[in-house]
């Protein structure tokens, strides 16, 4: 948060919480993309609108419905919790700060392939940051949120684990804060490998989990990390919908794609489940799915079952509820996919 001072009404200075800094990032990238038009990569017209899980320059002002997020059980406010939302909040400032080096220079560089990048890339974030996914695809204009812009057309989508056993607390505030750590904990690791990126050479731009720009779970889906499950998370074959999900957008092409629709079968299981809609305690899934957006290169339909509106209360008053997380049958882990993934098998053959 960013302080100033005020005086009160028996002149005693008090301080005054401004907005948080990573506010002013997003409004200063927002306003010189206005005034830079031809450098950016725009979402499309008929793009998806966006998520609500992040405050924004947006939001500023605005509370959830049943106030704001609580940092801790009632009675008990949590220090552990205050620390994560200090470095989520970080983190997100890092990420919008340190593409303003792009600004007094929007234009594109030279193209130089990048022989052995992969790899190297792969080896670092494995040894520095352990058990994280990466896949690479194009960004569909469509999928960038309406009205907002990134710099590049290419995007590296990271998706990090969240704790099976916290997970299985949801709605508990215990679930929140894993929810809220591997936030925290994925916006390093896309700033990072921005960073790391760029010291070869690549320019590039991290978003932060909570950055806003993009849908990640479309287009974790179509780099071919999962698929879209009924409640709207990336079902990932390793940990089900238990993971959060970052990209990084790269101005060229430097690797192969990951694209695949493996993962697809995945909509099918879905139809027969429905255990979220029935779990949910918002009544936010709704038994209906309807398109959120048609002719997405590389992925057709977008579907959706979630009412936003709905699912914002519980969502804001657990700092994440989760409890379609939790009982996903995808969220054991283990051989679940395969286990689940024949019985689809069977039932066509
Ligand atoms: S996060 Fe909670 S309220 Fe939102 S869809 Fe999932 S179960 Fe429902
Ligand atoms: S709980 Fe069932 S319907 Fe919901 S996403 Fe998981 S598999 Fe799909």
Same mark, same amino acid.
């Given at each position: ?45 008929? =793009? ?65 392939? +990048? ?8 080896? @670092? ?33 990271? =998706? ?24 925290? !904990? ?31 779970? !479309? ?33 060229? +092409? ?19 489940? +429905? ?39 519980? @969502? ?34």
């Amino acid at each position: 948060m960013t302080e100033s001072s005020s005086e009160n009404s028996s002149g005693t200075p008090r301080p005054v919480i401004g907005p948080p800094d990573f506010m002013k990032y997003e409004a200063r990238y927002l306003e010189w993309g206005r005034e830079h038009p031809d450098f950016l990569y725009q979402a499309h017209p008929n =793009s998806i609108r966006s998520g609500f899980a992040r405050p924004s320059t947006e939001r500023a002002g605005s509370s959830p419905p049943g106030g704001a997020p609580p940092m801790g059980p009632p009675g008990r406010p949590n220090p552990a919790m205050l620390k994560t939302m200090q470095n989520l909040q970080k983190g997100m400032s890092q990420s919008w700060e340190d593409i303003e080096q792009y600004y007094d220079k929007p234009e594109p560089s030279l193209y130089e392939p +990048k022989p052995g990048l992969w790899d190297e890339l792969y080896k @670092f974030v494995a040894k520095k940051w352990g058990d994280v996914r990466i896949g690479f695809t194009e960004l569909p204009r469509q999928m960038i949120f309406r009205d907002k812009f990134t710099l590049f057309r290419y995007a590296l989508v990271v =998706s990090q684990e969240m704790n099976k056993d916290k997970i299985a607390l949801a709605p508990d505030f215990q679930a929140g804060q894993e929810v809220m750590r591997v936030y925290s !904990s994925l916006g390093m690791v896309v700033n990072d490998i921005a960073r790391w990126l760029r010291k070869k050479g690549v320019r590039c731009q991290s978003n932060h989990p909570m950055g806003g720009l993009v849908n990640t779970p !479309s287009l974790a889906g179509k780099a071919g990390m999962g698929w879209q499950g009924r409640s709207g998370i990336l079902v990932t074959p390793e940990y089900g919908p238990r993971v959060r999900l970052a990209p990084v957008f790269v101005e060229y +092409k430097y690797f192969e794609f990951t694209d695949n629709h493996d993962h697809e079968w995945i909509t099918e299981y879905c139809e027969q489940c +429905k255990i979220c809609e029935k779990e949910c305690p918002g009544q936010a899934i709704n038994s209906k799915k309807v398109v959120n957006v048609a002719d997405v290169p590389g992925i057709n339909t977008i579907w959706t079952c979630i009412d936003r509106e709905k699912c914002l209360g519980p @969502f804001s008053r657990t700092m994440g509820c989760s409890v379609c997380i939790k009982v996903c049958p995808f969220s054991q882990g283990d051989n679940t996919y395969e286990r689940l993934k024949g019985t689809i098998e069977k039932k066509t053959t």
